[in-house]
């Protein structure tokens, strides 16, 4: 989420499964690129990959991410028009025959987000099929999780064909149980995609430059038996610091199910709940509930002082660089270095 362009990649690129390594035990993880299990079975975060998709196409020139495309009204309608069409086709469960950016067809050709369902559903079963053929050892635990995961991924190949893809493709309001009211945060329409576009602009590429004074800061906040949940503090905040330099708003959106892909852990929610409890007794965090996995947070001004925005990944020997090219267990790891080497 801090390098939009890396995410567009990571929403249309033919990535390996991690469900079929030798020694099977899956965890409800990535998938492709940051697409948890949850994406394919409950469809979390999905609006967030089709506004990413959204404003590659109707910003960025069509044969070069790297270059904006100038924007007249005639122009923008064309844009939005062809962007639409993108949007579809990523998401069709038809093979794609007409003319469309490779990266948004599947490996069996339909729309690559259907593809990366059945894809899925092809490796869990034939994970199973190696367990129960003894190629593989497993325990039954294992075994009835990899069976419940097929039967929901054919759920979800069945709903997204029969249902959901249905209403995306009319723009109604439509989610799994039926027709919802607008402001159902699991509901997508192309209307609201290509609003939401349009409103954020360009794919933006940024860095955030957190200095060591903070973590002294939050040495005095965090008690010991907290401590693990820093680095996903830190990176919510590396989040709001460049939303808020964006619309100076004290308050700033954040996402349960975007998180959980982009730090490509399950339940973020669970985490955030934790430190927003720990920060929140020192008045140094608030939150206001949105949706049930959108909420509004707040960051006092006493932990972001001194926190830098850069467009690129230079590092300073003063600050803990927060990039999208750094995994999240090496930034872990740059943590407890600048606890041992500046807090204890």
Not at 15 to 20: I, P
Not at 29 to 48: F, H, M, V
């Amino acid at each position: 989420m801090l390098n939009e362009f890396k995410e567009y990649y990571d929403y249309t690129r033919d990535l390996t499964l991690s469900v079929n390594s030798a020694k099977p035990r899956f965890k409800s993880g990535e998938i492709y690129g940051r697409l948890l299990l949850e994406s394919i079975t409950k469809r979390s975060g999905i609006d967030r990959a089709l506004t990413i998709i959204a404003r590659r196409f109707l910003f960025h020139e069509l044969n070069d991410i790297e270059k904006l495309t100038e924007l007249d009204d005639a122009v923008l309608k064309k844009r939005v028009s062809d962007t639409e069409k993108y949007l579809l086709d990523w998401c069709s469960d038809q093979l794609i025959a007409v003319e469309t950016p490779n990266e948004l067809i599947g490996k069996y050709g339909n729309g690559r987000f259907y593809d990366y369902m059945k894809d899925a559903h092809t490796a869990f079963s034939n994970l199973i099929k190696r367990i129960e053929s003894n190629e593989i050892k497993s325990t039954e635990a294992h075994l009835k999780d990899y069976k419940s995961t097929v039967s929901r991924i054919e759920k979800s190949i069945l709903n997204w064909s029969d249902g959901y893809l249905p209403g995306l493709t009319k723009n109604r309001f439509f989610s799994m149980t039926g027709m919802k009211n607008k402001y159902d945060n699991k509901i997508v329409t192309l209307d609201i995609i290509i609003a939401n576009a349009i409103n954020e602009g360009p794919l933006k590429h940024r860095s955030v430059l957190i200095p060591f004074s903070t973590f002294k800061r939050l040495n005095e906040i965090f008690e010991s038996p907290y401590r693990s949940y820093m680095t996903d503090f830190l990176v919510t905040t590396a989040l709001y610091v460049v939303n808020k330099s964006e619309n100076d708003n004290d308050y700033q959106m954040i996402n349960d199910a975007y998180m959980s892909n982009w730090l490509r852990k399950k339940n973020f929610h669970r985490s955030f709940r934790i430190f927003h409890d720990v920060l929140s007794q020192k008045e140094h965090f608030s939150q206001e509930i949105v949706f049930n996995v959108t909420k509004k947070i707040h960051i006092s001004d006493e932990l972001t002082e001194g926190i830098l925005l850069s467009n690129s990944n230079t590092t300073n020997e003063d600050y803990l660089l927060i990039s999208d090219n750094i995994p999240l267990k090496d930034l872990k790891k740059q943590i407890s270095t600048i606890y041992t080497l500046y807090i204890t």
